[in-house]
Protein backbone atom coordinates (compact mmCIF):
# COMPACT_ATOMS: atom_id res chain seq x y z
CA UNK A 1 0.00 0.00 0.00
CA UNK A 2 1.21 3.40 -0.99
CA UNK A 3 1.97 5.99 1.86
CA UNK A 4 -0.28 9.04 1.57
CA UNK A 5 1.90 12.10 0.22
CA UNK A 6 1.25 15.88 -0.13
CA UNK A 7 2.70 17.58 -2.89
CA UNK A 8 4.83 20.40 -1.28
CA UNK A 9 6.68 23.44 -3.03
CA UNK A 10 9.37 25.37 -0.75
CA UNK A 11 10.14 28.94 -1.34
CA UNK A 12 13.73 30.65 -0.63
CA UNK A 13 13.58 34.13 -1.06
CA UNK A 14 16.90 35.45 -1.02
CA UNK A 15 19.14 38.56 -1.02
CA UNK A 16 23.21 38.86 -1.48
CA UNK A 17 23.41 35.48 1.02
CA UNK A 18 25.18 33.05 -0.94
CA UNK A 19 26.61 31.31 1.49
CA UNK A 20 24.12 31.22 3.58
CA UNK A 21 21.61 30.42 0.69
CA UNK A 22 24.41 27.28 -0.09
CA UNK A 23 23.88 25.57 3.20
CA UNK A 24 19.94 26.28 3.16
CA UNK A 25 19.58 24.53 -0.28
CA UNK A 26 22.04 21.82 1.11
CA UNK A 27 19.78 21.01 4.09
CA UNK A 28 16.93 20.73 1.67
CA UNK A 29 18.52 18.39 -0.52
CA UNK A 30 19.31 16.08 2.66
CA UNK A 31 16.12 15.50 3.79
CA UNK A 32 14.45 12.60 4.14
CA UNK A 33 11.41 13.32 2.34
CA UNK A 34 12.04 16.27 -0.87
CA UNK A 35 9.93 18.76 -1.19
CA UNK A 36 8.61 18.70 -5.19
CA UNK A 37 9.98 21.90 -6.27
CA UNK A 38 12.20 24.39 -4.93
CA UNK A 39 11.35 28.04 -5.70
CA UNK A 40 14.41 30.45 -5.44
CA UNK A 41 13.52 34.03 -5.47
CA UNK A 42 17.25 36.17 -5.55
CA UNK A 43 17.24 39.50 -5.57
CA UNK A 44 21.14 39.91 -5.22
CA UNK A 45 22.89 42.04 -6.68
CA UNK A 46 24.28 39.37 -8.86
CA UNK A 47 23.72 35.67 -10.00
CA UNK A 48 26.51 34.22 -8.22
CA UNK A 49 24.50 31.25 -6.67
CA UNK A 50 21.96 30.45 -9.41
CA UNK A 51 25.34 29.06 -11.62
CA UNK A 52 26.32 27.09 -8.68
CA UNK A 53 22.83 25.95 -7.41
CA UNK A 54 21.40 24.95 -10.47
CA UNK A 55 24.84 22.61 -11.32
CA UNK A 56 23.95 20.92 -7.87
CA UNK A 57 20.19 20.47 -9.09
CA UNK A 58 21.14 18.65 -12.32
CA UNK A 59 20.58 14.76 -10.68
CA UNK A 60 18.69 15.90 -8.21
CA UNK A 61 14.87 14.92 -7.84
CA UNK A 62 13.93 17.93 -6.83
CA UNK A 63 12.52 20.47 -9.68
CA UNK A 64 14.08 23.98 -9.27
CA UNK A 65 12.70 26.74 -10.16
CA UNK A 66 15.52 29.64 -10.29
CA UNK A 67 13.97 33.21 -10.42
CA UNK A 68 16.62 36.10 -10.65
CA UNK A 69 15.41 39.27 -10.54
CA UNK A 70 16.40 42.57 -9.15
CA UNK A 71 13.29 44.07 -9.67
CA UNK A 72 11.66 42.30 -7.06
CA UNK A 73 10.94 44.63 -4.30
CA UNK A 74 11.64 42.73 -1.09
CA UNK A 75 10.97 39.31 0.75
CA UNK A 76 6.89 39.92 0.69
CA UNK A 77 7.02 40.56 -3.13
CA UNK A 78 9.17 37.83 -3.58
CA UNK A 79 6.85 35.28 -1.70
CA UNK A 80 4.51 36.82 -4.17
CA UNK A 81 6.34 36.13 -7.14
CA UNK A 82 6.79 32.13 -5.24
CA UNK A 83 3.81 31.29 -5.11
CA UNK A 84 2.95 32.49 -8.41
CA UNK A 85 5.59 29.75 -9.66
CA UNK A 86 4.17 26.79 -7.71
CA UNK A 87 1.45 24.73 -8.37
CA UNK A 88 1.87 22.07 -5.17
CA UNK A 89 -0.62 21.65 -2.48
CA UNK A 90 1.33 23.01 0.07
CA UNK A 91 3.64 25.96 -0.12
CA UNK A 92 6.50 26.22 2.31
CA UNK A 93 8.69 29.43 3.09
CA UNK A 94 12.27 29.04 4.22
CA UNK A 95 14.35 31.76 5.28
CA UNK A 96 17.37 31.70 3.29
CA UNK A 97 19.56 31.40 6.27
CA UNK A 98 18.06 28.14 8.19
CA UNK A 99 19.74 24.75 8.52
CA UNK A 100 16.46 22.23 8.28
CA UNK A 101 16.44 19.01 10.69
CA UNK A 102 16.89 16.32 8.24
CA UNK A 103 13.03 15.29 8.40
CA UNK A 104 11.78 18.81 9.00
CA UNK A 105 9.60 18.37 5.23
CA UNK A 106 8.42 14.91 6.39
CA UNK A 107 7.06 16.22 9.19
CA UNK A 108 5.43 19.25 7.70
CA UNK A 109 3.77 16.95 5.46
CA UNK A 110 2.80 14.51 8.27
CA UNK A 111 1.50 17.50 9.96
CA UNK A 112 -0.79 18.50 7.01
CA UNK A 113 -2.18 14.48 6.66
CA UNK A 114 -3.06 13.75 9.96
CA UNK A 115 -5.04 17.09 10.62
CA UNK A 116 -6.33 17.98 7.39
CA UNK A 117 -8.48 20.89 8.59
CA UNK A 118 -4.85 22.72 9.47
CA UNK A 119 -4.60 25.46 6.64
CA UNK A 120 -1.02 26.67 7.91
CA UNK A 121 1.63 26.11 10.27
CA UNK A 122 5.47 27.01 11.09
CA UNK A 123 7.77 24.43 12.59
CA UNK A 124 9.96 25.64 15.78
CA UNK A 125 13.65 27.52 15.89
CA UNK A 126 16.21 25.52 17.91
CA UNK A 127 18.55 27.91 18.25
CA UNK A 128 16.72 30.79 19.38
CA UNK A 129 18.65 34.05 20.82
CA UNK A 130 18.90 33.43 23.97
CA UNK A 131 16.70 35.95 26.37
CA UNK A 132 16.32 36.77 29.73
CA UNK A 133 13.27 35.59 32.01
CA UNK A 134 12.77 38.84 32.76
CA UNK A 135 12.12 39.87 28.24
CA UNK A 136 9.74 36.93 28.45
CA UNK A 137 7.71 37.99 31.42
CA UNK A 138 8.02 41.64 29.39
CA UNK A 139 6.88 40.82 26.39
CA UNK A 140 3.85 38.42 27.50
CA UNK A 141 2.88 41.51 29.45
CA UNK A 142 2.96 44.17 26.69
CA UNK A 143 2.04 42.15 23.82
CA UNK A 144 -1.83 41.93 24.27
CA UNK A 145 -4.86 41.60 21.88
CA UNK A 146 -4.00 41.96 18.38
CA UNK A 147 -0.41 41.81 19.38
CA UNK A 148 -0.71 38.49 21.61
CA UNK A 149 2.27 36.41 20.29
CA UNK A 150 2.41 32.69 21.50
CA UNK A 151 5.80 31.81 19.86
CA UNK A 152 8.11 33.16 22.40
CA UNK A 153 8.63 30.81 24.68
CA UNK A 154 8.52 28.22 23.14
CA UNK A 155 11.08 28.06 20.70
CA UNK A 156 14.06 25.54 21.89
CA UNK A 157 12.05 24.04 23.86
CA UNK A 158 10.77 20.90 22.35
CA UNK A 159 12.59 17.47 21.47
CA UNK A 160 11.42 14.48 19.91
CA UNK A 161 8.76 13.31 17.47
CA UNK A 162 4.84 13.74 18.71
CA UNK A 163 3.92 16.59 20.32
CA UNK A 164 0.55 18.08 19.75
CA UNK A 165 0.41 20.97 17.36
CA UNK A 166 -0.02 24.24 19.42
CA UNK A 167 -2.32 26.58 17.80
CA UNK A 168 -1.45 30.21 17.44
CA UNK A 169 -2.80 32.80 15.10
CA UNK A 170 0.49 34.24 14.85
CA UNK A 171 2.96 32.05 12.47
CA UNK A 172 6.72 32.59 11.67
CA UNK A 173 7.09 32.99 7.81
CA UNK A 174 10.22 31.56 6.95
CA UNK A 175 8.82 28.45 8.46
CA UNK A 176 5.61 28.14 7.71
CA UNK A 177 3.98 25.81 5.55
CA UNK A 178 0.38 26.79 4.15
CA UNK A 179 -2.49 25.26 1.94
CA UNK A 180 -2.10 26.87 -1.72
CA UNK A 181 -5.95 27.59 -1.59
CA UNK A 182 -5.07 29.87 0.80
CA UNK A 183 -3.69 31.94 -1.34
CA UNK A 184 -7.26 32.32 -3.89
CA UNK A 185 -8.49 34.53 -0.83
CA UNK A 186 -5.73 36.30 1.06
CA UNK A 187 -2.55 38.15 -0.60
CA UNK A 188 0.54 39.13 0.84
CA UNK A 189 0.43 42.75 1.63
CA UNK A 190 3.39 44.38 -1.07
CA UNK A 191 2.25 48.26 -0.58
CA UNK A 192 2.58 49.09 3.11
CA UNK A 193 6.34 48.10 3.38
CA UNK A 194 6.27 45.11 5.81
CA UNK A 195 9.70 43.38 6.54
CA UNK A 196 9.43 42.51 10.36
CA UNK A 197 5.86 42.18 10.60
CA UNK A 198 4.84 40.65 7.58
CA UNK A 199 4.74 37.20 9.00
CA UNK A 200 2.15 38.10 11.38
CA UNK A 201 0.53 40.66 9.26
CA UNK A 202 -0.68 37.83 6.50
CA UNK A 203 -0.85 34.95 9.05
CA UNK A 204 -3.53 36.94 11.40
CA UNK A 205 -5.47 37.70 8.29
CA UNK A 206 -5.26 34.32 7.24
CA UNK A 207 -7.12 33.80 10.78
CA UNK A 208 -9.81 36.51 10.41
CA UNK A 209 -10.71 34.97 7.71
CA UNK A 210 -10.41 31.03 8.13
CA UNK A 211 -10.97 30.91 11.50
CA UNK A 212 -8.54 28.95 14.14
CA UNK A 213 -7.39 26.66 11.97
CA UNK A 214 -3.27 27.45 12.14
CA UNK A 215 -0.88 25.59 13.93
CA UNK A 216 2.56 26.23 15.28
CA UNK A 217 4.37 22.23 14.62
CA UNK A 218 6.89 21.69 17.07
CA UNK A 219 8.21 18.55 15.42
CA UNK A 220 9.52 20.46 12.33
CA UNK A 221 12.62 22.09 13.46
CA UNK A 222 15.53 23.81 11.81
CA UNK A 223 18.03 26.00 13.04
CA UNK A 224 18.17 29.52 12.56
CA UNK A 225 21.80 31.46 11.55
CA UNK A 226 20.73 35.56 11.82
CA UNK A 227 22.82 36.13 8.87
CA UNK A 228 23.86 39.93 9.54
CA UNK A 229 23.61 40.93 5.55
CA UNK A 230 20.76 42.60 5.00
CA UNK A 231 19.67 42.91 8.82
CA UNK A 232 19.45 46.64 10.83
CA UNK A 233 21.04 46.91 14.11
CA UNK A 234 19.77 49.23 17.25
CA UNK A 235 18.19 52.66 15.93
CA UNK A 236 17.14 51.78 12.15
CA UNK A 237 15.94 47.70 13.75
CA UNK A 238 14.07 50.14 16.23
CA UNK A 239 12.55 52.66 13.63
CA UNK A 240 11.29 49.85 11.65
CA UNK A 241 10.14 48.22 14.30
CA UNK A 242 7.95 50.72 15.79
CA UNK A 243 7.05 51.71 11.92
CA UNK A 244 6.05 48.76 10.97
CA UNK A 245 3.85 47.79 14.50
CA UNK A 246 1.93 50.98 13.98
CA UNK A 247 0.72 50.27 10.32
CA UNK A 248 0.09 46.64 11.61
CA UNK A 249 -2.58 48.38 14.19
CA UNK A 250 -3.64 50.60 11.27
CA UNK A 251 -4.78 47.72 9.58
CA UNK A 252 -6.71 46.63 12.47
CA UNK A 253 -7.77 49.29 14.12
CA UNK A 254 -11.85 47.82 13.90
CA UNK A 255 -10.51 44.98 16.03
CA UNK A 256 -11.72 44.81 19.45
CA UNK A 257 -9.39 46.49 22.32
CA UNK A 258 -6.91 47.40 18.92
CA UNK A 259 -6.08 50.94 20.07
CA UNK A 260 -5.61 50.14 24.01
CA UNK A 261 -3.71 47.31 22.57
CA UNK A 262 -1.69 49.70 20.46
CA UNK A 263 -0.93 51.86 23.15
CA UNK A 264 0.47 49.07 25.73
CA UNK A 265 2.94 47.62 23.42
CA UNK A 266 4.03 51.59 22.44
CA UNK A 267 5.00 51.88 26.37
CA UNK A 268 6.63 48.33 26.40
CA UNK A 269 8.99 48.92 23.30
CA UNK A 270 9.61 52.23 24.78
CA UNK A 271 11.17 50.39 27.90
CA UNK A 272 13.04 48.20 25.65
CA UNK A 273 14.11 50.71 23.51
CA UNK A 274 15.38 52.54 26.77
CA UNK A 275 17.34 49.02 28.15
CA UNK A 276 18.91 48.72 25.01
CA UNK A 277 20.31 52.14 25.04
CA UNK A 278 21.45 51.82 28.42
CA UNK A 279 23.39 48.05 27.59
CA UNK A 280 24.90 49.53 24.41
CA UNK A 281 25.89 53.34 25.96
CA UNK A 282 24.34 54.97 22.71
CA UNK A 283 20.92 56.78 22.35
CA UNK A 284 20.32 54.89 19.34
CA UNK A 285 17.63 52.79 19.98
CA UNK A 286 16.06 55.85 21.72
CA UNK A 287 16.02 57.27 18.64
CA UNK A 288 14.78 55.15 16.53
CA UNK A 289 12.25 54.70 18.75
CA UNK A 290 11.06 57.95 18.02
CA UNK A 291 11.55 58.32 14.56
CA UNK A 292 9.56 55.09 14.38
CA UNK A 293 6.99 56.68 16.17
CA UNK A 294 6.58 59.57 13.40
CA UNK A 295 7.08 57.38 10.63
CA UNK A 296 4.19 54.98 11.45
CA UNK A 297 1.83 57.83 12.57
CA UNK A 298 2.29 59.97 9.47
CA UNK A 299 2.02 56.45 7.12
CA UNK A 300 -1.05 56.40 5.19
CA UNK A 301 -2.07 52.69 5.01
CA UNK A 302 -3.11 51.78 2.09
CA UNK A 303 -5.98 48.71 1.64
CA UNK A 304 -4.74 45.44 1.01
Not at 137 to 152: A, P, W, Y
Not at 165 to 175: A, D, R
Not at 261 to 285: C, D, H, I, K, V
Request: a positive charge; hydrophobic letters at 40%.
Amino acid sequence: MTEKRISISAVIPTKNRHFDLLKAVNSVINQTILPNTLIIVDQSNSNDSQKIIEEIFKNSKIHLIYIYDKNVSGLVDAKRVGVNHSNAEIVAFLEDDVILEPDFINQIELGFINWPEMIGCCGIITNPPKQTALYEVLFKIFHRGIFMDKRVGLYGRFSGRGNKLIPSEMLSGGLSAWRRDVFKSISFDVVNGFHMFEDIDFSTRVARHFGPLLFINPNARLEHHCSPVNREVLGPRQRRKLTECIVYYKKRRGWPWAKFALTWLLFGMLLEALLQSYSARSFEPIHGYLLGLRDGFAKKVIPS
